[in-house]
């Protein structure tokens, strides 16, 4: 059985993935930062829970330790975890972005990297956002030039960069980025957009089931690599 983690899983996309992965035959870790919603969405999955708050290194330490007593490695982990960061901008809001949406991704990544090498073919799949991309926000055919999320658009940048060192660093495991498409979820409620989770997060799956000579170091939406 391919063992998956993935974060911030209670709801949106992170909940979608893993009831697609699970139906996929993986064993499943659905990470969330409050307990009752993840306890509550783990069993509506009837998968595993762990308490993993992508802020707090004590959290994400224990929860790969769980990972890690019951199941001695993992295959496959998901960055999902994530905020908008849409309100004001100042100091403290940004330290709170990218401490979520970035240094989250150091936390967890540093934390698991001991078991993905336990794995046949470890993947690493972070979604981050084409909002990261200068490409896709100086581009005014893209809906991405019309959104001024300062905070979240930095903060994904450095999540796509993090995903390419990584890749660059750890040649043995496979590393990609995900733009996963506009997607209707508590996220993007206020703007009244986006296609279903269940179409997203089957671009999150079809990186978290490459094979063993698939591609590492790339940004990708649907269609395939993105310029960012």
Known sequence: ???????????????????????????????????????????????????????????????????????????????????????????????????????????VTEAALPLLRKSSNPTVVTVSSSMGSFWAVTNPERPESTMPLALYAASKAAATMLTVQYAKSQPGIKFNALEPGTTATDMTAAFGIGRSVVESARSVVRLATLGPDGPTGTFQDDHGELPW
Do not use: C, W
């Open 1 to 107: 059985m391919t063992v998956t983690l993935i974060t911030g899983a209670n709801k949106g996309i992170g909940f979608e993935t893993a009831k697609q992965l699970t139906d996929a035959g993986h064993t499943v870790y659905l990470g969330a930062r409050d307990v009752e919603r993840g306890r509550k969405a783990a069993a509506a999955l009837d998968v595993r829970f762990v308490q993993l708050d992508v802020t707090d290194d004590a959290s994400v330490h224990d929860a790969l330790a769980t990972v890690e007593a019951a199941e001695g490695r993992l295959d496959v982990l998901v960055h999902n975890a994530g905020i908008l960061a849409d309100g004001v901008v100042d100091g403290p809001s940004a330290l709170r972005a990218f401490d979520t949406n970035a240094v989250g991704i150091v936390r």
